[in-house]
Nanobody, 127 residues
Framework: QVQLVESGGGLVQAGVSLRLSCAAS????????VGWFRQAPGKEREFVAT????????HYADSVKGRFTISRDFAKDTVTLQMNSLEAEDTGVYYC????????????????????WGQGTQVTVSS
């Protein structure tokens, strides 16, 4: 079992920065990949960013590339999503996800790739 808890969401103005955190606990040694997804009202959950739990191979959705950065704090077993130059289109509930064990293929951009999910944190960008 892996538990994930997101924090750091809030209401901000367009153009500013916000940093989300995901605290992992339980069998964290089994994690292979971590990712961030978001879901706006009336829309499907979409991929935002992912990286290998070992600390490399970051990938980003085109809509956030150059503005968002995913990283891991090894000492704290946390994953962060640094979001800069926020836009109104970034509004949504942001979820942290973890995939465990080796898997065939490279579908890390799909929600089905991940085995554990946090409960989400709301991000609202005004203007």
């Amino acid at each position: 079992q892996v538990q994930l808890v997101e924090s750091g969401g809030g209401l901000v103005q367009a153009g500013v920065s916000l940093r989300l955190s995901c605290a992992a606990s339980g069998r964290t040694f089994s994690i292979r990949d971590v990712g961030w997804f978001r879901q706006a009202p009336g829309k499907e959950r979409e991929f935002v960013a992912t990286m290998n739990w070992s600390g490399g191979l970051p990938h980003y959705a085109d809509s956030v590339k150059g503005r968002f950065t995913i990283s891991r704090d090894f000492a704290k077993d946390t994953v962060t999503l640094q979001m800069n130059s926020l836009e109104a289109e970034d509004t949504g509930v942001y979820y942290c996800a973890a995939g465990v064990g080796p898997k065939p293929g490279s579908a890390w951009y799909s929600a089905a790739w991940y085995d554990y999910w946090g409960q989400g944190t709301q991000v609202t960008v005004s203007s």
